[in-house]
């Protein structure tokens, strides 16, 4: 099944469009509790939903039931809370003291790294009088955030003498190359992340939920899944890498689209664009489209990059500019308002955010992430899945 097809579908009024098919989306998700039965499932919808809008994207993981969702930072969860999304929301990344009390007022779980944290955390709890949701973060091997696995019962013990005012949900860490193709670092990351957490075991305490797995590790190490997971470029229906491709069918679910906004013929000799990086070596016809690196469309792929006009490739001719791109389709044919797809599908062609990263030296992930705001995102295929967006 493709997802995203060739028809127009984005609103007239639009130049350009990030159409995003919800039914991928969701085709997405059931892959994720195919490989991973049982598992309470953190949706990860940091940077703006890796590109898909956070609100919508939230809004229908949150319908299709998932238990969390996962941001980076306080004021993508506050962004979910304004809109009305009342389910469970983790935000995985740092914080300072002096924003600990929008995530007690808005009911938003935090990641705790280190003691001192945790006593900032305790004592704001107190203040409120409210019990606050925590999340206890171990660095097993990234050297990102996280107390060392080896200091970790530290932590652990913390949290336990402060949990009046704190219930602590999960631990968890982040694996630092579980796509990779050789497996040894991450198997070394679990083993690490097991053993610190069997202080529970050792105080003959209830272990809190724990988690390691990302779309990676969901993928391809069945072991790793223990208590949740963390799915994220999976969902949108991207690999992490080529190792976990044979492992499941995923549908990409954004298309990148801009309409033709001038057609021209450049004649021979003549260049095009800042910089005269291309000259035409005959007549040719050039258009116009209203996507740059300003949209997110990168700078790099002048005089490299293609798109799909019609179901056929054509490049990308001179420099790419801040609002606007030149595609060179020789002797073709072209109408102002017609469709290109810059990622997508037309025809029997398709070009990937997978295809832009090879070219640019990068991974899918900063391709989608940085399509920019000012292109409206479109959705297709909606509907309400198991729950409603309070469940």
Known sequence: ???ITGENIADLYH??????????ISHNLQVVREKAPGRKIIAMVKANAYGHGLVRVAEHLASEGVDYLGTAFVEEALELRRAGITIPIITSGPFSRFQIGLFIENNIDLT??????LQYIREAAEFYKKRVNIHLKVDTGMMRIGIRYTNARKLFAAALEGEKYLNLVSIFSHFANSDNQDLGFAQLQLERFLEATRFFAHEHRPSPLLQIANSAAI???EESQLDMIRPGIMLYGYHPSPATESQ??????????????????????????????????QNCRVVTIPVGYGDGYPRALSNKGQVLLR?????????????QTMIGIGAGEAYIGEEVQLIGRQGGEVITADDLAAQLGTISY???????????RIY????????????
């Open 15 to 24: 130049r350009s469009a990030a159409v995003v098919d919800l039914a991928c």
């Open 248 to 281: 499941a069918s995923l549908q990409p679910a954004l298309s990148l689209r801009a309409k033709i906004m001038y057609f021209k013929v450049v004649l021979a000799g003549n260049s095009v664009g800042y910089g005269r990086t291309w000259t035409a070596p």
């Open 366 to 376: 900063e391709v989608l992430t940085n399509i920019s705001a000012r292109v409206p």
């Open 311 to 323: 179901g056929q490739r054509y490049p990308v001719r001179g420099s790419v500019c801040m609002d």
């Open 219 to 221: 993928l391809r190490m």
């Open 380 to 391: 297709v295929n909606e509907h309400r899945g198991r729950n409603n967006l309070s469940a």
């Open 112 to 117: 705790i790294a280190s003691v001192d944290a």
């Open 1 to 3: 099944m493709n997802c």
